[in-house]
């Protein structure tokens, strides 16, 4: 394999771009595909799992990478785009073997693996050959938690089912990974693999990921948390987001979650709940970028500039008189963030507010939102009471959300190309199946 390292590390290759002969890009990595052997022989490398466009893993054969480097992977052109299969013989390196708790031969000392390498041989095979462990227990001179890298043959669990197996290495392979695609890969793990990889999530980045997943995936997730980190989950999402999640629970449940929250996270929730799902109350979140009359232009500005805004709620702000919190004091007109940009810093919002567009209603339908967003070409619209309070805004995501089938998160993410097996793949992962030891993933 021309212009290869001797010895590639996997946790290293997460995220990174895969190209073809003329260097146009077919996807990422997410990991590695080994099958794990009988007789202390070393574990095979079988190929890499390369999401591609729709967010669709597919079965990349090792033996048709080129050409590896940091930031690159380039293979022979030809790829097969059904959709990988998992077998029962085989082990994902990144999702299955970081984390893993395994024992030192020389010792029997306890250790949790940190990475895993991998290296070539003569006849293009590529053969698990290092493990980077961190050690769990203090032993002679070592310090607890040192780091250090071990033969492959020096270490012994890889085979066996793991109880309570961390996540730290697989967040940290994929801490890049924007939450859509991260809620693929977790999707896609075993439910007990699921529940570590949400229990080692910090509370902002579960809450982005549980927003993108499949509503049964969510509801899974939710109720293996324990009551108070599924409340401090629910309080790090939005509120829009959040009732939609607690809507799908039983009362008793969602009541008790409610309770758990901080009043001030838990208020516009439960106004949510309210209203139907497919209005434009339930469509609506209740954080929009609210400014008073006073505020200029270069505070407006400085407002939708906020990293944590998605672009549909950045794309206006909303003048209302005090209190600028929803439901405000009385809702003046919208500026769009165009309109800032032509005008001077001081400029007062006031003096540029539109005016003219009339709100939505909250009791308003699906479909007319989504005519009223077509029809004055906008990505976000005022929601507004009859006494002209400020409610919240629907944005474009969330009426695409709904008009689209229920399902099609899961279907996106489960989307199977109808194309036939590829010899060559088949031959390779079957090459040692009577060999490989049975049960290798967790």
Known sequence: MSGSPTRVFIARLAGIAVFDPVGDQVGRV???????????????????VVEVSPRRPVFLPITRVTVIEPDAIIFDGRLNVRRFQQRESETLVIAEMLDRTV??????????????????????DWLISKIAVRRKTTRGLRRRG????????????????????????????????????????VHELPAKRRAEVAAALDDERLADVLEELPEDDQVEILGKLGVDRAADVLEAMGPDDAADLLGELPVEQRERLLTMMEPREA?????????????????????????????TVAEALASIRNPDLNPALAAQVYVCRPPTETPTGRYLGVVHFQRLLREPPPTLVSGIVDTVLDPLRPTMDLAS??????????????????????????????????????????????????????????????????????????
Do not use: C
């Open 30 to 48: 997410r990991d590695v595909v080994v099958g794990l052997r009988l007789g202390g022989r070393p574990p095979r490398v079988l190929g890499l």
């Open 103 to 124: 024992r030192l031969r020389e010792d029997d000392s306890v250790v949790s693996v940190v990475d895993v390498a991998m290296e070539p041989t003569r006849t293009r």
């Open 146 to 185: 040192e780091t250090f890298v071990v033969d492959q043959e020096g270490v012994e669990g890889f085979s066996a089912v793991e109880h309570g197996q961390g996540a730290a290495g697989l967040i940290a392979a994929f801490e890049r990974m924007k939450p859509a695609d991260l809620a693929n890969v």
């Open 267 to 295: 208020a516009p929730v439960r106004r949510l709940l309210t209203y139907e799902d497919d209005s434009a109350g339930g469509l609506m979140t209740t954080d929009p970028v609210v400014v008073p009359p006073d505020a």
């Open 369 to 442: 939102v989504a005519v009223y967003l077509a029809t004055y070409n906008l990505v976000a619209g005022p929601v507004v009471d009859e006494d002209g309070h400020l409610l919240g805004t629907v944005t474009i995501d969330d009426v695409l959300d709904h008009l689209l089938p229920d399902n099609w998160r899961e279907a996106v993410m489960d989307l199977s190309a109808a194309h036939p097996a590829d010899p060559e793949e088949e031959a390779l992962r079957r090459a040692d199946d009577d060999r490989l030891l049975p049960g290798g993933n967790p």
